[in-house]
């Protein structure tokens, strides 16, 4: 165990020394690539040894930063779910990073961004990993700022600049909030979680409600939970596609991970409607999410609000676990958790296979606009397919993995119908009603995001002209891709070790409630069975006798090619295909009264006749309701209060001595009225 | 007989009826207009007709376009293997539940309406988009629903529920239940492409939804496809026959019962397919825009639904 720790810790250190000291090269690339994959590998052997065994991992390391009473690890069953998830998505990135960065050769960005992605990989590793106040700010604080300096990276483009500001921001106010809820829990500065825990069963409930508060709002904003998630579907398509994986894979769930430390770990619980919240907010997410992904056309920006979107049915789950501990009822907590961090393992899984390929297409096209794209499944066949596994896996559909935390979650929230309060059996009723329309949306914006990007006629020359990736960055994608199938085909394995993590945060003994049965999973009752093998397997057999008799049986005269019909029109071309904003316009007229789109048109006509038209142009947006009605008051007023303070900042000297002495008497007045000398 | 054979009999028995079923709904429909119509064994014909043509595809279609219609009818068929419609309990049913069929279902949609975007046509997009914004608005009913029967047998196994029913035949006249059946019968409207939601006998393509995804389709693909949609159509009028009313349906394994049960499970079918002939007779298909009120009003009917199984619980 020691050996994997610091096997994961020199792997990401080396591979940060090797960028800084090897230059702008490929020996440089290869070397740090190799050493965050060792990194890697380290991590998930320790998350792994973590689950398998089930006891605790701990290391102090007093020595460092003494002053400030020293670092301290340990790892237990929920810090190695997550590790694993970040593990998992790290190995595939770096590699998928060392061909997407070949276009920084020779640059300084190239020394830049291979230094701080394993500086983040490392800090991301060792947030479920620290143990005590003071290891865990600091490791989330340079996941932060690493992760910051990653969506710089290519720093010249404006939206970039942008990006990076809102996400400062957001992540620095949610650091504000940490601080805050860590200091009303131990006012003595650094402790060690266990003497958190300690001090929270002290503390009265009102403050036990402000720390909970304060723990929703600086992890939700890191995980992305609307209305804090303004950064995500902005600093996610600014990064570089293999940070994008890890930011949405794996650095979001450590919002999850740190609501479900302070929340379930330290506070031990709390009221019912802290879940009602939790659960409000992951239903708004997941919705709200949802549709914004439906209408946007950046291919990137849709995979952001996808992952807000899956945030937020993360937190339905976790939402629930908090209502039904609360309610006492056990093990439906327990299961309603497992599923919430099986749905967070997939979710890392597939959404870091989807960022891939969408940086795949961004790399051999130069857009991520899917109205200028369109079939690159000729062009780039394999991350077409991988992207489609991808598609599927997150639209929730049978086999894959995403259907089966989907179907864990739905059971999860249904025995809420028989809790004993009437307004938790409605809560309960809307939050499925919810998950299941977040489901049929996911479909069809998935159909979109694959069909409009993959199929049918090229919409530009340049997605005419694409090319494949490199195969380092179709290996990363491959990898996550196997990932999918075996978390899927792996689930009646994987669940009952969850259970096994999930059972004693919500104060149930050990092994949890048994979520197994042969090859299938089940509810904590056995009364619901369902096994994603058995029905993969039924499903290729049926596909594969259906080819074989139609094979056999149906005429054998060869297909022939010809033109797609278009009512006679004999010349196809990509302008008389659906875009991406046409695919969505059904629902966006549905949804109107969310959207509030406003819609410009203007026709050109030839001059000679009305009956002939030039050009038309269509301008449409949606209204950012969030933006304008909750960040940009706040933004306008923080301008206005900085414009007062200016006229402090006169320039003169004079001036500033003036403020010192000022300040010295002000202090010292302070001290004398205060009685301290 | 082998207990797992069931599984491949209740394939065989769907896929056999399943043509039946569209042509009879048809020919009942032509009568109630006073029309001669085609014989109910019409759409075998045209099966067999389809699957001896010859295939011509479009210049723009990849390998997902000739692999979608197997998906597409291997996910049918595969949920006919989990779906009571001749016994309870199935071989493989605890490999699946009502969840399971539902989503088996979405995904076939899903690739239909992928491969309605593959040629590049426009009438091609304008199915997949109307497609998919339907099935997104039918599943949240479809859902609740679920959980209103899943609510009164403890389960969303779909064999538990019809054999609480059978049990506790009273039941099959809760509140809960009928509402629940109100419900999954306007879901079942929407999802298998019938008035008022969209028309199955028409090919105008403004307002086409299913036949508009599938236009470019021919030969041995469109048999696969047009076979898929029978059986769809036969999948959700056993879900509302034996699910809610499950008499007939075989709990010992033997011929006998079997017949019984494939005797009972044809005239279920034949009395639900006679409501969608008078329904299709009278009443017009919906703008497209209105049919989220439709979808809606079923929402409303699936959370009264709950709301009552567990209000009478």
């Known amino acids: ?677 | 007989m082998r207990p797992w054979l069931l599984g491949p009999v209740q394939a065989a028995v769907a896929l056999l009826l399943a043509p039946g079923l569209v042509g009879a709904i048809r020919w009942m429909k032509a009568r109630l207009q006073s029309r001669a119509g085609s014989p109910p064994w019409q759409p075998y014909l045209e099966l067999r007709k389809l699957f001896a043509k010859e295939v011509v595809v479009s210049s723009n279609a990849s390998w997902l376009f000739r692999a979608a219609p197997f998906i597409v009818f291997g996910s049918t068929v595969t949920v006919t293997l989990l779906v009571p419609l001749l016994a309870v309990p199935l071989p493989f049913g605890g490999a699946g539940d009502l969840l399971v069929v539902v989503y088996l279902l979405l995904l076939g949609t899903f690739f239909l309406a992928l491969a309605g975007l593959d040629p590049g046509s426009p009438f091609g997009g304008m199915g997949a988009s109307r497609e998919m914004t339907v099935a997104a608005l039918a599943e949240p009913t479809m859902a609740l629903a679920i959980f209103a029967l899943a609510w009164g047998a403890g389960s969303t196994n779909l064999g538990q529920i019809a054999l609480r029913t059978l049990s506790m035949p009273s039941e099959a006249l809760a509140p809960g239940h009928v509402l629940a059946f109100a419900a999954i019968f306007l879901v079942t409207l929407a999802e298998t492409g019938r008035l008022p939601v969209d028309n199955p006998s028409t090919h105008l393509e403004l307002t086409m939804i299913h036949e508009a995804m599938i236009l470019e389709y021919s030969g041995r693909y469109l048999a696969l496809i047009e076979w898929a949609a029978a059986l769809k159509l036969l999948v959700f009028f056993s879900l509302l026959g034996n699910l809610f009313a499950p008499w007939g349906v075989a709990s010992v394994i033997t011929p006998g019962a079997l017949l019984w049960a494939a005797g009972t499970l044809a005239l279920k079918l034949l009395a639900l397919g006679g409501v969608i002939a008078l329904v299709e007779t009278h009443i017009a298909k919906l703008r497209l825009f209105r049919v989220p009120e439709l979808l809606s009003a079923s929402f409303i009917l699936a959370l009264l639904a709950v709301t009552a199984s567990f209000l009478l619980r």
């Open chain 1, 1 to 677: 165990m020691r050996a994997l720790f610091f096997l994961m810790v020199t792997g990401y250190a080396t591979g940060a020394a090797a960028s800084l000291v090897l230059g702008t090269g490929p020996l440089a690339r290869w070397a740090s690539t190799l050493a965050a994959v060792v990194g890697a590998a380290g991590g998930l052997g320790l998350a792994a040894g973590v689950c398998m065994g089930g006891a605790v991992f701990s290391l102090a390391a007093p020595d460092l930063l003494a002053s400030a009473g020293g670092l301290a690890f340990s790892l237990d069953g929920l810090g190695a779910v997550f590790l694993a998830l970040t593990s998992l998505v790290a190995a595939p990135s770096a590699l998928y990073g060392a061909g997407y960065a070949r276009a920084w050769d020779g640059r300084p960005m190239q020394r830049q961004a291979g230094f701080m992605l394993n500086m983040f990989l490392l800090s991301m590793s060792l947030v479920p990993l620290a143990d005590g106040t003071l290891t865990f700010l600091l490791c989330w604080e340079g996941m932060s700022l690493s992760s910051y300096f990653l969506v710089m990276t290519e720093a010249d483009h404006p939206e970039v600049a942008g990006a990076g500001q809102w996400y400062l921001g957001m992540t620095q106010m949610g650091l504000a909030c940490l601080l805050g809820a860590f200091l009303l829990i131990a006012a003595g500065g650094p402790a060690t979680f266990a003497q958190l825990r300690a001090a929270a069963a002290l503390l009265p409930a009102g403050t036990r409600d402000l720390v909970f508060v304060l723990a929703v709002v600086g992890f939700g904003g890191k995980a992305g939970l609307i209305p804090l998630h303004v950064w995500l579907p902005r600093a996610h398509p600014a990064a570089p596609s293999h940070v994008s994986a890890l930011m949405s894979g794996s650095m979001i769930k450590m919002g999850v991970y740190g609501l479900l430390r302070i929340g379930l770990d330290v506070l031990g619980g709390g009221p019912a409607w802290w879940g009602a919240l939790v659960i409000g907010l992951g239903a708004l997410s997941a919705v709200l999410g949802v549709l914004y992904a439906l209408t946007e056309d950046d291919l990137k920006r849709l995979l952001a609000y996808s992952s807000v979107e899956n945030v937020g049915v993360i937190a339905l789950g976790v939402g629930a676990a908090y209502l039904f501990q609360s309610l006492q009822m056990l093990p439906a907590a327990a299961f309603a958790l497992a599923a919430a961090l099986f749905h967070a393992v997939n979710h890392a899984a597939f959404k870091g296979l989807l960022f891939m390929g969408a940086g795949a297409v961004l790399h051999a096209t130069g857009t991520r606009n899917m109205n200028r794209l369109g079939g690159l499944i000729r062009g780039m066949p394999w991350t077409a397919a991988l992207f489609l596994l991808g598609s599927v896996a997150i639209a929730g559909l049978p086999p894959l993995n995403g259907f089966v935390s989907e179907w864990l979650l739905f059971q999860a929230l249904l025995p809420g119908i028989g809790a004993p309060s009437p307004l938790v059996a409605v809560l309960m009723v809307l939050a499925l009603g919810m998950l299941a329309l977040t489901a049929g949306l996911a479909a069809a914006c998935f159909v979109k995001a694959f069909g409009i990007t993959f199929l049918a006629i090229p919409r530009s020359p340049e997605a005419a002209a694409a090319h494949e990736t490199a195969w380092s960055m179709r290996a990363g994608m491959i990898v996550l891709a196997a990932a999918c199938l075996v978390l899927s085909a792996g689930s009646f394995a994987i669940l009952p070790r969850l259970s096994a993590v999930a059972a004693p945060l919500v104060g149930l003994p050990a092994p949890g409630p048994v979520l197994r049965a042969g090859l299938t999973i089940q509810t904590p009752d056995g009364l619901a069975q369902m096994s994603p093998v058995i029905v993969g397997a039924g499903l290729g057999v049926v596909v594969l006798v259906a080819w074989l008799a139609v094979k056999g049986f149906a005429s054998r005269r060869p297909l022939r090619v010809g033109e797609t019909w278009g009512c006679g029109r004999v010349v196809q071309t990509p302008r008389m295909e659906y875009t991406s904003t046409a695919f969505a316009e059904p629902l966006r007229r549905i949804f109107a009264e969310f959207y509030r789109p406003t819609e410009d048109v203007s026709i050109d006509f030839h001059p000679d006749s009305r009956y002939f038209v030039h050009s038309i142009s269509y301008r449409s947006a949606i209204l950012p309701w969030f933006e304008r009605y909750l960040y940009a008051p706040v933004i306008a007023r923080t301008r206005l209060w900085s414009e007062r303070v200016l006229a402090l900042q006169s320039g003169s000297v004079h001036a500033y001595l003036a403020y010192l002495v000022a300040a010295l008497v002000l202090l010292l007045g302070w001290l004398v009225a205060t009685g301290r000398r």
